[in-house]
């Protein structure tokens, strides 16, 4: 059974720094693409960014709101994907979803999701 | 970007109704769509992908369509468990967008 599970969501103050955390399990991690979706209280569903396999190259793309301020990162060993959040505004209070990426470039399986709050 | 526009953004309806939801790309995406129902508290589920195939587990009263800049997501026989909210999501290009959702409210 595919599980993914998201850990490192908090209460932190504008300008400061997150991690999330995305543990998989139930199928071969190394061989997806992983992505994070977040929505925020009340609202509709934004893409964050993506990951690609090693097998294409492991490189990122990211939506522009938070290009430049978040990383996605991958250890394919402990089949955990990552989420490092900088210069966190309030605008970036959501839930965060780690999701699988799908070949055809949709998300087939999804975390529970973890609560990001930004505020001082 | 690809602007993502669904409608209605609600709907009421009774359970055995069909419910008839749209989607509609700014631009062309060929057949690069899929759908997901959110219920509240809960992840979304991918219902449909590319445009018109059934995710594996999901009931066969979901169905599909279109292709180029207009879709549809259709519920045969409206169920219980079927209120959520429903969003379109194209997987064309970057960077992936979603629509705004469509809330399927019991009458």
């Known amino acids: 059974e595919v599980q993914l599970v998201e850990s490192g969501g908090g209460l932190v103050q504008p300008g400061r720094s997150l991690r999330l955390s995305c543990t998989a399990s139930?199928?071969?991690?190394?061989?997806?693409?992983m992505s994070w979706v977040r929505q925020a209280p009340g609202k509709g569903l934004e893409w964050v960014g993506f990951?690609?396999?090693?097998?294409?190259?492991?490189?990122?793309e990211y939506a522009a709101s938070v290009k430049g301020r978040f990383t996605i990162s991958r250890d394919d060993s402990k089949s955990i994907a990552y989420l490092q959040m900088n210069s966190l505004k309030t605008e970036d209070t959501a839930v965060y979803y780690c999701?699988?990426?799908?070949?055809?470039?949709?998300?087939?399986?999804w975390g529970q999701g973890t609560l990001v709050t930004v505020s001082s | 970007d690809i602007q993502m526009t669904q409608s209605p953004s609600s709907v009421s309806a009774s359970v055995g109704d069909r419910v008839t939801i749209t989607c509609r790309a700014s631009?062309?995406?060929?057949?690069?769509l899929a759908w997901y129902q959110q219920k509240p508290g809960k992840a979304p589920k991918l219902l449909i992908y590319?445009?018109?195939s059934l995710q594996s587990g999901v009931p066969s009263r979901f169905s599909g369509s279109g292709s180029g800049t207009d879709f549809t997501l259709t519920i045969s026989s409206l169920q219980p468990e079927d209120f959520a909210t429903y969003y379109c999501?194209?997987?064309?290009?970057?960077?992936?967008?979603f629509g705004g959702g469509t809330k399927v409210e019991i009458k």
């Open positions: 139930g199928f071969t991690f190394g061989d997806y693409a």
């Open positions: 990951i690609r396999s090693k097998a294409y190259g492991g490189t990122t």
């Open positions: 631009q062309g995406i060929s057949s690069w």
């Open positions: 590319a445009a018109s």
């Open positions: 999701t699988r990426v799908r070949w055809s470039s949709d998300f087939d399986y």
């Open positions: 999501q194209q997987a064309n290009s970057l960077p992936l967008t």
